[in-house]
């Protein structure tokens, strides 16, 4: 297995944030001077994404979740808290489903624990075909205002030509990959309700893809959930302090 690459930020307690789709490590960019002034923060790029080699085999989250857990016992890191922003959330249940031993602390940020509906699933395949026949910048330029909330279309008109930066510099295979593996993922409600660690939940008030409804799923004394007024699925460039403050509480308060 090819090894993932990573930026590291920081010191301190260790978080590893993963990234969404179609994006990759830089994703966080905005996030970091905040975060890696009291966390140490590792940024790795998910398999066929950003400068990560692309996956072999037949897609699947599963995958990338041992691709995360290689990647870490390479670099040392025997437990972190493991964030993940949407698709990185479903990689981060499948890495406490898979390698439990990795994970101190575990965060969905504009994600969820539940599989597609039949009607994501055929839109998944809808989007393969789209990235086959017309390639990712046609593709990138469709999906990505979807991402942030409706006024940020003309506020954050810079965010969202860096966000369609980012998803073009990926693969079309790494993407197709991506899709494929989010199509497949199975629901992973359970882990979040029996979960043996701390759980953190972050909702964007206005996110058109994951809503609130399905990312604030679980209640306990193990969850820390928080909402984000005037956000969309992109926290991390809508609300970068306030995702950057719920972050730095948690691990804080997690690491006591
Ligand atoms: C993401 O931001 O990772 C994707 O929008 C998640 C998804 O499509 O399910």
Request: charge should be negative; charged fraction near 20%; include cysteine.
């Amino acid at each position: 297995m090819q090894i993932l690459t990573h930026q590291e930020h920081g010191s301190g307690n260790p978080v590893v944030l993963l990234h969404g789709f179609p994006g990759s490590s830089a994703y966080w960019q905005l996030m970091l001077p905040q975060s890696a002034a009291a966390c140490r923060v590792y940024t790795p790029d998910l398999p066929g994404h950003g400068a990560s080699p692309l996956p072999d085999g037949e897609a699947s989250i599963d995958a990338y979740a041992d691709a995360v857990a290689a990647w870490m016992r390479h670099i040392g890191l025997g437990r972190a808290t493991i964030l993940g922003h949407s698709m990185g959330g479903y990689t981060a249940l499948a890495l406490l489903e898979r390698h439990p031993d990795a994970v101190s602390a575990i965060g969905l940020i504009h994600s969820t624990p539940y599989a597609d509906s039949d009607e994501a699933k055929q839109n998944r395949l809808n989007q393969i075909a789209r990235i086959r026949e017309e390639g990712m910048d046609t593709f990138v330029e469709g999906m990505v205002p979807k991402l942030f909330a409706p006024q940020h279309l003309t506020s954050m008109p810079e965010h969202i030509e860096t966000v369609k930066a980012i998803g073009r510099r990926n693969p079309p295979e790494g993407a197709m990959y991506a899709l494929e593996a989010m199509r497949k993922r199975p629901e992973r409600l359970h882990l979040l309700q029996q979960a043996g660690v701390p759980v953190l939940l972050v909702a964007g008030e206005e996110d058109q893809v994951i809503s609130p409804a399905r990312t604030l799923v679980v209640e306990g004394d193990h969850v820390t959930s928080a909402s984000l007024p005037g956000c969309g699925h992109m926290g991390m460039y809508e609300r970068p302090a306030q995702l950057a403050d719920v972050i730095i509480s948690f691990v804080t308060q997690t690491a006591l």
